[in-house]
């Protein structure tokens, strides 16, 4: 059984990003330890193994979706203002900081789970503009319905803002024309 949660795990390294390959190294470590030796045929022994089997894997997993593991308390720092300040720029977050935001901070991260899937509402919208004034009105239009009540309106408007100038930055929008002309 533990030969395939390891082979499962080591199956992991092809899915992983290059910053996560530290983590499946911390994983590979763990379980090299376990691997089939002569004592393991030991039956009196075998619920002890299991037992630190376990919590290794449990530690293993933590450590591996905790994009913070093994960072010292000064990196810890920087990574996480580092994250605030993307939020309220409205630029995009990676899959590490998302992870560290719903393990750490579940209400931010719905917000901005919230605020990321408007903004590329909005991308999709702007790639289907058929001139430049049209995109501009989308983004007028639709910044216009923020509610001045929401909770997000400063992070969701940053993030509108900056999807409309990466949008106005790509080959898309350059060609595009001012305007259509009106077919009759």
């Known amino acids: 059984m533990e030969q395939n949660v390891y082979v499962n795990l080591k199956s992991l390294k092809t899915s992983v990003s290059g910053d996560r390959q530290t983590a499946f190294d911390k994983l590979s470590t763990a379980f090299g330890k376990y691997s089939k030796t002569g004592n393991d045929n030991n039956q009196a022994d075998k619920p ?5 089997r376990m919590d290794m894997l449990r530690v293993a997993v933590k450590d591996y979706l905790d994009p913070t593991a093994g960072m010292t308390d000064e990196q810890k ?16 977050l990676t899959p590490d900081e998302l992870a560290y935001l719903r393990k750490y901070d579940p209400v931010t991260y719905m917000k901005v789970v919230r605020i990321q899937a408007k903004r590329e509402a ?5 790639k289907n ?5 049209e995109a501009q009105e989308l983004y007028v239009d ?20 900056d999807a409309y ?18 077919k009759r």
Do not use: H, M, W
């Open 122 to 126: 909005l991308e999709t919208q702007l």
């Open 165 to 182: 100038e990466e949008f106005k930055k790509s080959d898309d929008y350059g060609s595009l024309p001012e305007k259509v002309k009106n």
């Open 142 to 161: 639709i910044v216009s319905r923020i509610p001045e009540d929401d909770p997000a309106r400063k992070e969701l408007l940053a993030a509108y803002d």
């Open 129 to 133: 503009c058929k001139s430049k004034e």
């Open 77 to 92: 720092e920087r990574f996480i203002k580092k994250l605030y300040a993307k939020i309220q720029s409205g630029k995009k």
């Open 48 to 52: 002890t193994k299991y037992a630190s």
